[in-house]
């Protein structure tokens, strides 16, 4: 289902101030796929496209799937404070532009940031105002233990490994604005698509709220 545009906004050409969507979840809790579905549903969300040192896979693209860059360019990106977060996993490091962020922010535009706990801490530090974060929690361990056997990707010391992981992603949970149940992915997306749609109509994220009471006022009964 295609998101419709928040409120009449579009209608009435309130300028607004875009979001940054940080949606957290240890692995197999759904994030992906919640992810997945408001992008393909929202034409007003983009991804964001972090910078890696890690090396292209023959899949993918320059500038859709990631940023390449050497580590020596990485370090200058992150050192000049470039990047509004970054980290360093399995040897490599991946970070967000504050360049494309900042831009898209004051277009109006929404940007979607899959990434875990530590990132959206250094984002919500940096741009406190900007950052709504939801972190997605499984019904239970034994629901997200049966979700990562069902995948058949990982040998059973990588699915303990990733329960053993989990456990501490979810201690952060109480670090996010919201926090959803991924009981039922229709319900847990529809909860998300909710989240996205208030916080769109939020005073404080439509500067163009103040032109448009000011023309209001002014206009005859």
């Known amino acids: 289902m295609t998101l419709p545009p928040s409120a009449n906004d579009a209608a009435v050409h309130i300028k607004r101030r875009g ?5 957290s979840s240890p692995s197999g809790a759904g994030k992906s796929t919640i992810a997945r579905n408001l ?10 496209v972090s910078v890696t040192t890690r090396p292209r896979r023959g899949s993918e693209i320059e500038g ?13 990106l992150r050192d000049s404070e470039a990047l509004l977060e970054w980290a360093e996993v399995h040897g490599n490091c991946y970070g967000t532009p504050r360049e ?19 990132g959206a801490l250094q984002l919500q530090e940096k ?3 900007d950052v709504v974060s939801i972190f997605i929690l499984p019904p239970s361990m034994a629901e997200l233990k049966s979700r990562l056997q069902r995948r058949a990707e ?9 329960l053993a992981n989990a456990r501490a992603e979810i201690e952060h949970w109480r670090e996010y604005d ?11 997306y529809s ?11 939020r005073r404080d994220r439509r500067p163009g709220l103040f032109d448009f009471v000011a023309d209001l006022l002014a206009s005859p009964d």
Do not use: C
């Open 19 to 23: 979001l940054m969507l940080v949606i």
């Open 39 to 48: 992008l393909e549903n929202d034409p007003r969300l983009s991804l964001s």
């Open 64 to 76: 859709v799937h990631y940023h390449f860059v050497t580590r020596r360019e990485f370090e200058r």
């Open 100 to 118: 494309s962020a900042e831009i898209a922010m004051s277009e109006g535009r929404d940007m979607l940031f899959d990434i875990d706990w530590q």
């Open 127 to 129: 741009m406190p105002a």
């Open 154 to 162: 990982d040998a059973a010391d990588e699915i303990a490994k990733r």
């Open 178 to 188: 919201y926090v959803v149940v991924n009981d039922d992915l229709d319900r847990a």
């Open 191 to 201: 909860a998300v698509r909710a989240i996205v749609q208030a916080e769109r109509l």
